[in-house]
């Protein structure tokens, strides 16, 4: 069937939280399904994004857009103009790094600082799980925070591939059922 280009539905999603929690990793793992154990290859300090087609399961094709803060966060120097047209927020935290989990909420008062005009939706990830050994924030504290958000919460590793393709897809599909909704 033939469609328009224009009229492909077209998601912006953002990667919000500290550096070093593995947003990049997160983005390179689903968007190019590579893991790199030292550092991801992007060193550059600017915004950067990353595409991927999704099929939603209530039936359309949706593209989307995930940027990445590439480096900005660890200057808190994250510009305006980077939330603007945003639907979806991933709000990423280390389990193995406390200090990333008590930020989180910092990073969600910063979208709404920013006075984004459209409905913003959440999820709450806690990142890394694969190493439990050094974990620092449990699954209950996490959930907690995230019934105060009104956020879903999921644990992802890129390492093992745990849980990344479906962090993506539960917001994809909470997005399209806002706008469903109206
Ligand atoms: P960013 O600064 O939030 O973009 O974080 P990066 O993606 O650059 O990752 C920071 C470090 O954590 C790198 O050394 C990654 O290899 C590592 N890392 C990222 N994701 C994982 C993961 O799921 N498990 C483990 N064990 N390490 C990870
Ligand atoms: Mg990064």
Redesign the pocket.
């Known amino acids: 069937e033939y469609q328009l280009a224009s009229s492909q539905l077209q998601f912006r999603i953002l990667l919000l939280?500290?550096?070093?929690?593995?947003?990049?990793?997160?983005l390179?793992r689903y968007t190019e399904g590579d893991?790199?154990?030292?550092?991801?290859p992007s060193s550059t300090v600017g915004v950067e994004f990353y595409c991927r087609m999704l099929e939603l399961a209530s039936g359309p094709r949706v593209k989307l857009q995930l940027w990445?803060t590439a480096?900005a966060?660890r200057y808190r120097s994250i510009t305006r103009s980077f939330y603007r047209n945003t639907v979806g927020v991933l709000l990423?935290f280390?389990v193995t790094n406390r200090t990333s989990f008590d930020h989180i909420e910092d990073w969600y008062q910063q979208v709404a600082s920013m006075q984004v005009p459209d409905k913003v939706l959440y999820l709450l990830v806690g990142?890394?799980?694969?190493?439990q050994q050094a974990r620092q924030v449990s699954t209950q504290e996490a959930e907690n925070l995230a019934a105060v958000l009104g956020t879903s919460f999921l644990e992802?590793?890129?390492?093992?591939n745990s849980n990344v393709a479906l962090a993506f897809e539960t917001l994809a599909h909470d997005i399209q059922q806002a706008l469903q909704n109206g």
Do not use: I, N, R, Y
């Open positions: 939280g500290d550096a070093d929690v593995g947003k990049t990793s997160l390179l893991f790199w154990d030292d550092q991801p990445d480096g966060e990423v280390d990142h890394k799980s694969d190493l992802t590793s890129a390492k093992t």
